[in-house]
């Protein structure tokens, strides 16, 4: 997006600060109760262990995990998704975000760090404040994402249209959550 912006906008950053090989930002581990996902995490790395974790785990556990991999198959190119971080796709607050309305649906937690080391959780369906506009105050950053495993009768679905199946703008997305009880 930044670049975008510099290239077809004008915009000017004088300072760019590129986390990529910042260890903590790099995170990927299972969990008992989810997967804990670095901010810094390359999408396509993201859809290489979802695809292991779908592999490896109960079904019902994974209904998340499915439904991201399934967005991932059709969103960008390889080489978008080779440099493109979970955290930059989330603190975009793209509205036509292909990823946003499933960290929603699948009730994920955004873990938010300030300079000083200070650790706050926000659930991802209140962090989107706005058009482009996100919870994070001054000197804060997108440390991870906490995407629980999904329980028995629990169903999650991914919606994407665009003109075009692979590599295109949606027109319409959307990131569907249904929970039976008995």
């Known amino acids: 997006e930044v670049v975008i912006e510099i290239n077809f906008k004008n915009a000017q950053y004088p300072i760019i600060i590129s986390v990529t090989h910042v260890p ?3 995170v990927l581990s299972i969990k008992e109760n989810g997967l804990e996902i670095g901010s810094s995490v390359r999408l396509s790395r993201l859809q290489e262990v979802l695809k292991e974790v779908i592999a490896e785990r109960e079904i019902y556990e994974t209904a998340s995990c499915r439904a991201i991999c399934e967005q991932l198959k059709w969103f960008a190119g390889k080489q978008v998704k080779n440099v493109a971080s979970v955290g930059g796709n989330i603190c975009t607050a793209s ?3 292909d990823l946003n309305p ?3 649906a699948s009730r994920a937690d955004f873990r938010i760090v300030d300079s000083k080391g200070n650790i706050r959780t926000v659930h991802a369906k209140d962090f989107f404040l706005g058009y482009r506009k996100v919870d994070l105050a001054q000197g804060e950053i997108l440390h991870s994402i906490f995407l629980p495993w999904s329980r028995h ?3 999650v679905k991914e919606f994407k249209q665009s003109h075009r199946r692979e590599d295109d703008i949606a027109l319409v ?3 569907m959550r249904v929970y039976l009880k008995e």
């Open 173 to 175: 997305n959307a990131g």
């Open 153 to 155: 009768f629990e169903f």
């Open 24 to 26: 903590e930002l790099n």
């Open 95 to 97: 509205p036509i975000s």
């Open 102 to 104: 499933l960290w929603m």
